[in-house]
């Protein structure tokens, strides 16, 4: 099992840019999630989904466009990059969002916007 | 407001020196809470859950525990391997998800 898997790595934007974060999952996970790591402060979900077709706001949800087509996949879409969204991305999924399931997380995709 | 403060912010020992991290919360009905370890550049790894006042778990030279207010990750006899930036998180009754800032825990030989 690769577990969940995130690209890029890395990115640079210039403002107003769009980009999709990709993330996927190969454990069958039904819940899977999207936050924000800054400085300082704990990391903040920004989205997350509970199934195929189905999404919900977190915490700090402007800004971004979630889907959920497949299971396996669930992209996290900036529509026009500012640069307070500059930070380290981290899907993350588990087996289902009710009774405090265990969060296996992705390795990041650090964003840098100009 | 859900909420949930790690304390201290770093933490340095020496190998061997024994500690303990502090997670104090807020939080409208527990479903769990969760402690994590995370590296340099890399997502974090569960470590543990505790669901219930009282509740320990222990892990190698982690242990966790768990009281209505707060959680203590303690660290027995460290080694440099424990080094991490170590993260606690509570997921409320409505299923909302809060994580604390993190202790950065460095240990030298």
């Known amino acids: 099992n690769a577990g969940v898997t995130q690209t890029p790595k890395f990115q640079v934007l210039k403002t107003g840019q769009s980009m999709t974060l990709q993330c996927a999952q190969d454990m069958n996970h039904e819940y899977m999630s999207w936050y924000r790591q800054d400085p300082g402060m704990g990391l903040r979900l920004i989205h997350y989904s509970v199934g195929a077709g189905i999404t919900d706001q977190g915490e700090v949800p402007n800004g971004y466009n979630v889907s959920r087509s497949t299971t396996e996949d669930f992209p996290l879409r900036l529509l026009s990059a500012a640069p307070s969204q500059t930070s380290v991305y981290f899907c993350?999924?588990?087996?289902?969002?009710?009774?405090?399931?265990?969060?296996?997380f992705g390795p990041g995709t650090r964003l840098t916007v100009l | 407001e859900d909420q949930v403060t790690q304390s201290p912010e770093a933490l340095r020992l020496q190998e061997g020196e024994s500690s303990s991290l502090n997670c104090s919360y807020t939080v409208s009905g527990l479903r769990g809470l969760f402690w994590y370890r995370q590296d340099p550049g890399k997502g974090p790894e569960f470590l543990f859950t505790?669901?219930?006042a009282g509740e320990e778990k222990e892990k190698e030279r982690l242990k966790a525990t768990l009281t209505k207010k707060e959680s203590f990750l303690h660290i027995t006899a460290p080694k440099p391997e424990d080094s991490a930036t170590y993260l606690c998180?509570?997921?409320?009754?409505?299923?909302?998800?809060?994580f604390g800032a993190g202790t950065r825990l460095t240990v030298k030989p």
């Open positions: 998180a509570v997921q409320a009754r409505n299923n909302d998800m809060r």
């Open positions: 505790l669901y219930s």
């Open positions: 993350a999924s588990s087996w289902r969002l009710a009774g405090a399931d265990t969060q296996y």
